[in-house]
């Protein structure tokens, strides 16, 4: 199947089909012996040694083609397979030494420290749990590359109800405003709903942290032949320049990093949650305007 679908491969077999038949005219015709004047088993000739040429020259090709892939293939697992282990390792060394700094760091915020002590103190504890949560961002996403997905069936107007009624606080107490808005004609999809709660979580979250007090967060949801879940917002917004790169690992704008804090992670779990489900991402932006994040999700039919 797949060498019928390759284009080089008719051409050796229009070829082969025209010698046939000239062969077979030959055979009709009674006369095997070769003299000019048989100008069909001069084109009969002519045509297989094309076809042969042809053939093998596509053989090599698509088996070269073919080969490469697989070359491809298996060091794109190897690699993942290295990452994986790389983030996991990661997380276990880390993980101790973190929680310690916390605990210690909380003991000696209690003891008698002057203002310039106690603000030292806070700063190195919220370095230590940005620290924590890129370990723990890390191994979410080291985890969502190895391990198969977990499948249901969900109400997407109760997911984003629940979803809605766990963000809406965190909002409204740092004077946010934040609606939502359900388009949905076909209720009922087929995801592994913790992966997209976090998903959306991400993105309810950089709207949060990218915005002040009285600005608008809204959460559009059209569940009809695709499922789109859009994001807006009218905070700062993301640099033209820094639009191609918001999806990689680790990636910040150098006039974010010192403004909010962030791992850097984040968008990245959203995108490559949303491509497990064979979705794709999208962001548009205008400084100090807008700023719109989408996830599109295909329907999945039910087993």
């Known amino acids: 199947?797949?060498?019928?679908?390759?284009?080089?491969?008719?051409?050796?077999?229009?070829?082969?089909?025209?010698?046939?038949l000239l062969l077979l005219r030959v055979f009709v015709s009674g006369s095997l012996i070769l003299v000019p004047e048989d100008i069909d088993a001069v084109l009969l000739v002519l045509f297989l040694c094309v076809a042969i040429v042809v053939a093998i020259h596509?053989?090599?090709?698509?088996?070269?083609?073919?080969l490469r892939e697989l070359s491809v293939q298996r060091v794109r697992r190897e690699t993942l397979t290295e990452h994986g282990r790389f983030l996991r390792r990661l997380d276990h060394e880390l993980k101790n030494p973190l929680t310690t700094l916390r605990a210690g760091l909380s003991t000696l915020s209690?003891?008698?420290?002057?203002?310039?002590?106690q603000h030292l103190i806070q700063t190195m504890q919220t370095e230590t749990l940005r620290l924590s949560r890129l370990?723990?961002?890390l191994r979410k996403l080291s985890d969502l590359e190895a391990q198969p997905l977990n499948?249901?069936?969900?109400?997407?107007?109760?997911?984003?109800?629940?979803l809605m009624l766990i963000e809406r606080e965190r909002f409204e107490n740092e004077e946010r405003q934040l609606a939502s808005q359900v388009e949905a004609g076909r209720s009922e999809w087929i995801v592994d709903e913790d992966l997209l709660t976090l998903a959306v979580h991400n993105l309810l979250d950089n709207a949060f942290?990218?915005?002040?007090p009285g600005d608008t967060v809204q959460l559009n949801v059209q569940a009809q032949t695709e499922l789109v879940i859009r994001v807006t917002d009218n905070g700062r917004g993301i640099p033209s320049e820094a639009l191609p790169h918001i999806w990689e690992e680790l990636y910040r704008a150098e006039q974010m990093q010192e403004k909010v804090s962030g791992s850097g992670i984040g968008l990245t779990l959203v995108k490559?949650?949303?491509?497990?489900?064979?979705?794709?991402?999208?962001?548009?932006?205008?400084p100090g305007v807008e700023?719109?994040?989408?996830?599109?999700?295909?329907?999945?039919?039910p087993p």
């Open 291 to 301: 700023t719109a994040v989408s996830l599109t999700l295909p329907f999945i039919s």
């Open 272 to 286: 490559a949650i949303v491509e497990r489900h064979g979705g794709k991402v999208s962001v548009n932006s205008e």
């Open 135 to 137: 370990v723990s961002d």
């Open 151 to 162: 499948l249901q069936l969900i109400h997407i107007e109760s997911f984003i109800h629940d």
């Open 209 to 212: 942290k990218y915005t002040q």
């Open 1 to 20: 199947m797949r060498l019928l679908k390759n284009r080089y491969f008719w051409l050796p077999l229009t070829l082969g089909l025209v010698g046939l």
């Open 58 to 66: 596509t053989l090599v090709r698509l088996s070269m083609s073919y």
């Open 110 to 117: 209690l003891t008698n420290l002057d203002e310039r002590q």
